[in-house]
């Protein structure tokens, strides 16, 4: 697997309250996340990269890749592993071109008409959203829940195959278990990360949570 989005934290300044995000994703790193990504939408070009840069030398020696949110030109600066790209971002076969085959290329997942664009590039990962209510973003859709996660999740498998696909939006540790019983290989996370205090200990909490709930989905279907 050339990614692993078992636990993918996206840090973003307006849930940092001031505190450094290279910090913090080092810290989530070393609690037990497998993903980091950068989502800074009202950062200018130049604060993002130089953000990007900084975070991904604190992970430098965590085996953490370090993702972009949107900005292919910024993960091209600062060095990073790869991007996440939703709808209205370059398309992901632009982005491939210019990325490279060994980057790491995430796009959203919203519902099942979005399936064959996703087959136009090679994409390492898809990630369905929003599962549940969430105040860290705005959506005019309304959540899918765990019947809508269940059903998308089937047909993405059915049109992407063995391809990972997460999950986001209002996942915490008390939902985080039923999330991977739904059908995700991993979920997203920004507050249950980051709000609190101690991002290395709320990693380690989500990572063991992830973890048993694959090893009982994997049995479950053996």
């Known amino acids: 697997m050339k990614v692993d989005i078992r636990v993918y934290g996206l840090v973003d300044p307006q849930i940092a309250a001031g505190r450094s995000l290279a910090d913090l994703a080092r810290a989530a790193a070393e609690g037990g996340a497998t993903l980091i990504q950068l989502r800074a939408k009202e950062q200018s070009t130049r604060e993002m990269v130089r953000e990007a840069k900084a975070i991904h030398e ?10 972009i949110n949107d900005r292919v030109d910024v993960a091209l600066a600062s060095g990073a592993e790869g991007v996440h790209l939703g709808a209205d971002d370059m398309e992901l076969i632009d982005a491939r071109r210019l990325l490279g085959p060994d980057a790491i290329i995430g796009a959203t997942l919203k519902n099942a008409g979005e399936l064959p664009y996703l087959t136009s590039a ?9 599962v549940f209510g969430t105040v860290h973003k705005d959506n005019p ?10 059903a998308l999740r089937r047909e993405a498998a059915r049109v992407l195959g ?11 540790a008390a ?3 039923s999330v991977i019983a739904a059908g995700a ?7 249950a990360l980051f709000a609190g205090a101690d991002a290395r200990a709320a ?8 973890d048993a709930a694959l090893a009982l989905a ?5």
């Open 122 to 130: 090679p994409i390492d990962y898809a990630c369905i959203g929003g």
């Open 162 to 172: 063995s391809l990972p696909v997460g999950a986001i939006a209002g996942i915490n």
């Open 203 to 210: 990693a380690r909490e989500l990572r063991a949570i992830v």
């Open 175 to 177: 939902n985080t278990a």
């Open 58 to 67: 604190a992970l430098r020696g965590t085996n953490v890749p370090l993702l």
């Open 141 to 150: 859709d309304a959540p899918l829940g765990l019947a809508g996660l269940t």
């Open 185 to 191: 290989d991993g979920v997203a996370v920004i507050g």
């Open 218 to 222: 994997q049995a479950k279907s053996a």
